[in-house]
C-alpha cells in the first residue's frame, strides 16, 4: 500500500532493529514483519517519547489508555493469519498504530474507537500519514452489523468475556484474536453456529469497556 512517507533514517534504523529483535521473540510472519518496519511509530504518541518509539515496550497516550508493545501488535496480528484484501473490524483504535499495521499487510480496516477525544486524535492522525481506514466513534461490544461479516476481528482491549454480537459479526471460516481477562484467545467460527477457541497465551491489556466516553 501506499502509506505515510517517511525518510527519517534514523527511525528507518531503529525500526530495521526493532524487527530483528521481534524475530529473536518469536515472530516469523513476513507480511507482520514488513509492516512493523514501515509504520512510523514515534509519529502515533507524544513527541516527548519519541526517541523511545521504537522500544519493545507499551507506553501511555490521552484518554487513560496505552500503545500497545509492539511485541503485542505483532503476535495479535501474526495470530490474524491475514490475507491481502480481506476485511478486519478492529475494536479499540487507540493511537492508531495496530490499525496501520493492518492496513501495511493489505486489510481492509473497520475501526471503533470509544474514547471521543482519542478518535477525533487518531481520526486526524492516520488521515495526515495516508492511512485509509474505514472508522466510527462507537460502543465496539455491539460491533459494526453494517459491514459484517468480517474475515477476520482483533481486540485490543481485554474483554471479561467474548462479547456475542462480535462472534456473530465473525464470517464463517473467520478468525478473532481477543484478550480475554488475562488470556489471549483466538476463536475461529468452523460453522454457523460452531466455534473452535484456543487459548495462545497471557495477554495484559487495559479493560474493554461498553457505551462510550
Avoid at 177 to 193: A, D, F, N, S, Y
Wanted: proline share 5%; charged share 25%.
Amino acid at each position: 500500500m501506499m502509506i505515510a512517507q517517511n525518510t527519517d533514517f534514523k527511525h528507518i534504523a531503529r525500526r530495521r532493529a526493532l524487527v530483528e529483535e521481534l524475530k529473536k521473540k518469536g515472530i516469523s510472519d513476513e507480511n507482520v514483519l514488513r509492516a512493523i518496519e514501515k509504520v512510523p511509530r514515534h509519529l502515533f504518541f507524544n513527541p516527548i517519547l519519541a526517541d523511545r518509539a521504537y522500544e519493545d515496550k507499551a507506553f501511555p497516550i490521552d484518554a487513560g489508555q496505552t500503545i500497545s508493545q509492539p511485541y503485542t501488535v505483532a503476535f495479535q496480528s501474526q495470530l490474524l493469519q491475514l490475507q491481502a484484501g480481506e476485511k478486519v473490524l478492529e475494536i479499540g483504535t487507540g493511537s492508531g498504530y495496530q490499525c496501520a499495521v493492518l492496513l501495511e499487510m493489505g486489510a481492509k480496516v473497520y475501526t471503533i474507537e470509544r474514547q471521543e477525544t482519542l478518535f477525533n486524535q487518531t481520526f486526524k492522525r492516520l488521515h495526515q500519514l495516508g492511512y485509509r481506514a474505514t472508522m466510527k466513534f462507537g460502543d465496539g461490544y455491539q460491533g459494526w452489523a453494517a459491514y459484517a461479516p468480517f474475515n477476520k476481528i482483533i481486540i485490543t482491549a481485554a474483554a471479561p468475556e467474548t462479547p456475542p454480537e462480535l462472534l456473530k459479526q465473525l464470517d464463517i471460516g473467520g478468525i478473532m484474536v481477543i484478550p480475554v481477562g488475562e488470556k489471549m484467545l483466538r476463536i475461529c467460527r468452523v460453522l454457523e453456529t460452531e466455534y473452535s477457541t484456543e487459548n495462545v497465551g497471557e495477554a495484559s491489556f487495559v479493560p474493554m469497556l461498553e457505551g462510550v466516553n
